[in-house]
């Protein structure tokens, strides 16, 4: 069964660093998702994206924060300068179109600023 | 913008034992609902969800959940839990209008004990 994967499952990285994490959404899907959540927290919305530009995104989602779709099969959100709040597990999602409403989620990146 | 509370954050209950999981939202609109489930180091898994028609829902793993409109509720159910079942379980709402926005509620941790 065809699944979102995500690298690294775990990055440690220091305050003020740039770390990009990766996600290759299902094949045939068309929209992407980063969601956050915070450890013992809910899960927060961050951003979708649609046709190579983003269609909608949270207050959280400022201006340290972005989405990239370098290729045909890769999702990235970079954060440029990483705070010790933004230690949270990152999951990626895609969907298959606008309609059936159905978000396959990857297993998440564990992020860890010091 | 929709919201979603979950207004347990734990439930145990024995095995074989019946369970409920209670979920209500706030919207000025029409929603979507969904019920997702988290397994320990692992990412979301889709349990089953509210588009239109029926106002009950069956889903995967022997859930199913129903839809009051009148009371905003999409509470889940499960007539007789297994220990596997154990996990954190996430009731999240989109708006017909705007169905990037996922927005999840804080989960609630279902321990099943032997």
């Known amino acids: 069964e065809p699944e979102v994967t995500q690298t690294p499952s775990h990055q440690v990285t220091q305050m003020g660093q740039e770390v990009i994490l990766r996600c290759v959404p299902i094949s045939n899907h068309l929209y992407f998702y980063w969601y956050r959540q915070i450890l013992g927290q809910k899960v927060e919305f961050l951003v979708s994206f649609y046709n190579n530009e983003i269609s909608e995104k949270s207050e959280i989602f400022d201006d340290q924060f972005s989405v990239e779709r370098p290729d045909g099969s890769n999702f990235t959100l970079k954060i440029r300068s990483t705070k010790l709040e933004d230690s949270a597990m990152y999951f990626c999602?895609?969907?298959?179109?606008?309609?059936?409403?159905?978000?396959?989620f990857g297993p998440g990146t564990r992020l860890t600023v010091t | 913008a929709q919201s979603v509370t979950q207004l347990d954050s734990q439930v145990p209950v024995f095995e074989e034992a019946p369970v409920e999981l209670r979920c209500n939202y706030s919207?000025?609109?029409?929603?979507?609902l969904f019920w997702y489930v988290q397994y320990p180091n692992q990412g979301l898994q889709l349990l089953l969800k509210?588009?239109?028609?029926?106002?009950l829902v069956k889903g995967i793993n022997g859930f199913e959940a129903e839809f009051n409109k009148s009371q905003t509720s999409f509470h889940l159910r499960k007539p007789s839990v297994h220990i596997s079942d154990t996990a954190e379980y996430f009731c999240?709402?989109?708006?017909?209008?705007?169905?990037?926005?996922?927005?999840f509620g804080a989960g609630t941790r279902l321990t099943v004990k032997p």
């Open positions: 509210y588009l239109s028609g029926s106002t």
């Open positions: 999602a895609s969907s298959e179109d606008a309609f059936t409403y159905e978000q396959y």
């Open positions: 919207s000025s609109v029409s929603v979507y």
């Open positions: 999240a709402v989109t708006e017909l209008r705007n169905n990037n926005d996922m927005r």
